[in-house]
Nanobody, 125 residues
Framework: QVQLAESGGGLVQTGGSLRLSCAAS????????MGWFRQAPGKDRDFVAA????????YYAESVKGRFTISKDSAKNALYLQMDSLKPEDTAVYYC??????????????????WGQGTQVTVSS
């Protein structure tokens, strides 16, 4: 059974940093594109960043480019999102997802077959 589990969320002040983690089953981690999305109350689930199965391709939403870094550790079957220079508008529930292919569609929720339960990130002003 495929499982994704996020951790690392919390409350941080503006300008602070957090690192989110997503633990994934090895079958997914070694062959799937992994992505981070976020969803604020009353809003759609928005793309944040994605990384392909080998880790040599990454893509970021413009709103986080230069502040967030997506990475993966194959030895630990772990996906990370390092978030620096956090802003109040980054407040949301953050989800990791797994998609079978790398394509332009990874910026949408459409290709993602599996999702974690989410972790709350709150940035205070």
């Amino acid at each position: 059974q495929v499982q994704l589990a996020e951790s690392g969320g919390g409350l941080v002040q503006t300008g602070g940093s957090l690192r989110l983690s997503c633990a994934a089953s090895i079958r997914i981690f070694t062959s799937y594109t992994m992505g981070w999305f976020r969803q604020a109350p009353g809003k759609d689930r928005d793309f944040v960043a994605a990384i392909n199965w080998s880790g040599d391709r990454q893509y970021y939403a413009e709103s986080v480019k230069g502040r967030f870094t997506i990475s993966k550790d194959s030895a630990k079957n772990a996906l990370y999102l390092q978030m620096d220079s956090l802003k109040p508008e980054d407040t949301a529930v953050y989800y990791c997802g797994a998609a079978p292919d790398w394509s332009i569609e990874v910026v949408t929720t459409t290709p993602y077959k599996y999702w974690g339960q989410g972790t709350q990130v709150t940035v205070s002003s």
